[in-house]
């Protein structure tokens, strides 16, 4: 399969890197979109983020049924993280890491705030269908860290 072009989204927000990295992370369900959720806003019960190396990234829906969504990689607070994106274009799981994508995300300070750049790569190792998968997050990052910035700041 050829290479499919990671994908990069950016946002700045107006704190220090130590502050975003915290909120990004600590906060994760807070911001992350429920519509990009296998539960969907109606059913979705929690999103969260085991903030250490090696910890998960899950959801967990209706009637506890929970899902992992990845795991964390890289684990560099305040500067960056990365972790595996562990789910398909069809929303189901991918239990095998060698079978996802690649999400890395730093922080840098920048005239008073911080700049959040969210590089997502590997997409090949999804598989047939990955490159229309990576074209349909070229709006769900860019969208994921707008709620980020007016969470932020609001």
């Not at 999400?103 to 590089?119: L, P, S």
């Not at 997409?123 to 998968?133: K, N």
């Amino acid at each position: 399969m050829a290479d499919v072009p990671a994908l990069t989204a950016s946002v700045t927000v107006p704190s220090p890197p130590h502050e975003t990295f915290s909120r990004f992370t600590d906060g994760f369900g807070s911001w992350w979109p429920a519509e990009f959720t296998w539960s969907q806003p109606a059913l979705l019960e929690s999103i969260g983020m085991d903030c250490r190396p090696g910890g998960l990234l899950t959801e967990t829906g209706p009637h506890g049924f929970r899902i992992d969504w990845g795991r964390i990689q890289r684990w560099d607070p305040p500067t960056s993280l990365s972790f595996t994106w562990q789910i398909s274009a069809d929303r189901s799981p991918v239990p095998d890491p060698a079978q996802a994508s690649t999400v890395t995300v730093c922080f840098t300070a920048e005239d008073g705030g911080t700049t959040i750049a969210v590089t997502h790569d590997d997409w090949e190792r999804h598989g047939e269908g990955a490159a229309a998968y990576r074209d349909q997050f070229a709006e769900a990052w860019p969208m994921a860290l707008e709620r980020f910035r007016q969470q932020h700041e609001g």
